[in-house]
């Protein structure tokens, strides 16, 4: 049972423009959120995060935002840049579970 | 500040034989994590230490895989024996702690096993 989705195999955006990623969850239980970037070969390194009780959090280019309601939430990165290319996780913590429960990722390339 | 360390980089094994890893977290970090990554998903937890103590060791097979964290720090992660579907990256990461504020985790660069 995927409790994280990420349905979004791979986005590919031009160098400048603003790259949306999604995530979807289904356990209502989850009370924080957080987005992973990983380059080829390196473990993810933490990007942003957000608690339930708040529904956008901005660091520089980058802002998620969560709906609740709709268990959804959206990274934006605005203006993408080429060494964005990586691939993102969507990570929610919370509930019975008590760790962190990964999306499969979105590769996202930027384009020169 | 040093990050999550992690050797080897890369194994390649036969089925049925043994393999170990290695994992040094970041110093002070209390809580030490193995993540199982399968190509084409995310990451996915198999066993938590809170200082040398298990947490959470639910999603381990624990038939095949074993690991531990003398002295709360180092910590090696072994499956014997191996099979074709063990074939995966496997992630260290550590945390400050087990609370709300240490949902950040620090991830090693992870080593990629093969399994032929």
């Known amino acids: 049972d995927q409790q994280v989705k990420q349905n979004s195999p791979s986005l590919s955006v031009q160098e400048g423009r603003i790259s949306i990623l999604n995530c979807d969850y289904t356990?209502?239980?989850?009370?924080?959120f957080l987005w992973y970037k990983k380059y080829p070969a390196e473990g993810p390194t933490f990007l942003i995060s957000?608690?339930?009780?708040?529904d956008k959090n901005e660091d520089g280019r980058f802002t998620v935002f969560l709906n609740k309601s709709a268990k959804h939430l959206s990274l934006h990165i605005v203006p993408s840049q080429p060494g964005d290319s990586a691939v993102y996780f969507c990570?929610?913590?919370?509930?019975?579970?008590?760790?962190?429960?990964f999306g499969t990722g979105t590769l996202l390339a930027v384009q020169p | 500040e040093a990050g999550v360390a992690q050797s080897p980089r890369y194994k390649i094994i036969e089925k049925r034989q043994s393999v170990a890893f290695w994992c040094n977290p970041i110093?002070?970090?209390?809580?030490l994590y193995w993540y199982q990554q399968i190509l084409g998903q995310g990451p996915k937890l198999l066993i938590q230490f809170q200082n040398n103590g298990v947490v959470d060791d639910s999603q381990l097979p624990k038939d095949r895989f074993s690991a531990e964290r003398l002295k709360g720090v180092d910590s090696t992660l072994k499956i014997q024996p191996a099979k074709l579907e063990d074939s995966a990256v496997y992630l260290c990461a550590s945390s400050l702690g087990f609370q709300a504020s240490s949902y950040e985790q620090y991830f090693g660069p992870g080593t990629r096993l093969t399994v032929t």
């Open positions: 110093s002070g970090h209390a809580t």
């Open positions: 957000i608690s339930s009780i708040k």
């Open positions: 990570a929610a913590y919370g509930g019975a579970t008590n760790k962190l429960i």
């Open positions: 356990n209502s239980m989850f009370d924080y």
